[in-house]
């Protein structure tokens, strides 16, 4: 974790929004927040909740924003003066986010100042895009359920890329993502880092293609060398993710070649025969969920997968 948040909240108003660390108005009671980051990295998890959730609501009389700056942080203060002696077992993080009308447990309050801290960290640039409050209630729903850490990097992902556009992620995507243990996050992980990314279909949509290929050591049961498991793509298509009962085939006329690339890497296959070339690199396919999943985690693929695909097929791959 990062810098330990443990003087007075302090607030003003910048880019319309309550930030930790400024000015000279403090609150009290303190509270004890762990939080990643610092300067207006450390102020995301405030800024986030506090993008559309207020615990009272005089502010709507204030006649600016550093008027309901002050008015917004003094009734937090209160609010969360009650609920410490009212729930005097309840650990900071509990309180925080009770102040903001999210009750949770004390595992569940950790949970989400650890993925929000962690989507701090990930937004480059000031925040000033406002998301609906379904889509923040949404998100704390599920950063509560993330108790492992890659659960717990997905979710910041999602979030800290909400913030930064204000385009919220689909709900159907949200609910997927929620329900989802750490070996089905692994399972998903390990099928990213073999797949490329290219235009498909008519609306030319980018889609990761999954590479899967059958080496010397593998059996009817891996992929890849034993980098991706039959148990892998069976269960991501259980959940919605992908459908190994479709793939995408490609056809590569002669001295043409098919672009494909990940985040880091441009990858060209190139047909250098005289016959046109078919290509089946993997027989699976990303559903919608699944593709917005995949843009969510923005996997870079193993370069030992494209090892693989250079001797699987009959063409020149560059990358």
């Avoid at 002696?85 to 102040?99: C, E, G, W, Y």
Wanted: charged share 25%; with cysteine; hydrophobic share 40%.
């Amino acid at each position: 974790m990062g810098d330990f948040v443990s003087n007075e909240v302090k607030a003003n108003a910048q880019a319309g929004a309550v930030n930790f660390a400024a000015n000279d108005m403090s609150l009290q009671p303190t509270l004890n927040l762990n939080l990643q980051g610092n300067g207006s990295r450390s102020a995301f998890p405030l800024n986030f909740i506090q993008g559309v959730r207020s615990a009272v609501h005089p502010i709507k009389a204030a006649k600016d924003e550093a008027e309901a700056a002050c008015v917004r942080a003094k009734s937090i203060s209160d609010i969360v003066d009650i609920y410490k002696k009212a729930f005097p077992t309840f650990s900071d993080a509990q309180i925080f986010l009770l102040a903001y009308g999210y009750p949770t447990s004390t595992m569940q309050a950790e949970n989400v100042l650890d993925v929000l801290g962690r989507a701090g960290e990930l937004v480059d640039v000031p925040v000033t895009n406002r998301l609906d409050s379904s889509c923040i209630d949404m998100d704390i729903r599920g950063a509560q359920t993330a108790y492992d850490d890659e659960l717990r990097e997905i979710w910041a992902k999602l979030i800290s890329q909400e913030a930064s556009t204000g385009h919220a992620r689909s709900k159907r995507t949200k609910a997927l993502l929620e329900q989802m243990d750490v070996e089905d996050a692994n399972q998903l992980l390990s099928v990213l880092s073999c797949c490329l990314w290219t235009s498909v279909g008519p609306s030319s949509r980018p889609e990761p293609v999954p590479l899967l290929f059958r080496t010397s050591v593998d059996d009817s049961w891996t992929y890849n060398g034993g980098m991706v498991l039959r148990e892998a793509i069976n269960t991501l298509d259980s959940l919605g993710v992908l459908t190994s009962g479709e793939w995408i085939s490609f056809t590569v006329d002669p001295g043409d070649e098919l672009k494909l690339y990940s985040l880091q890497r441009l990858v060209c296959i190139r047909n250098n025969g005289k016959e046109k070339l078919q290509l089946d690199l993997g027989r699976a396919k990303f559903l919608k969920l699944g593709i917005e999943l995949a843009e969510v985690v923005g996997a870079s693929v193993d370069e030992r997968v494209l090892e693989i695909m250079k001797e699987s097929i009959s063409a020149d791959v560059i990358w």
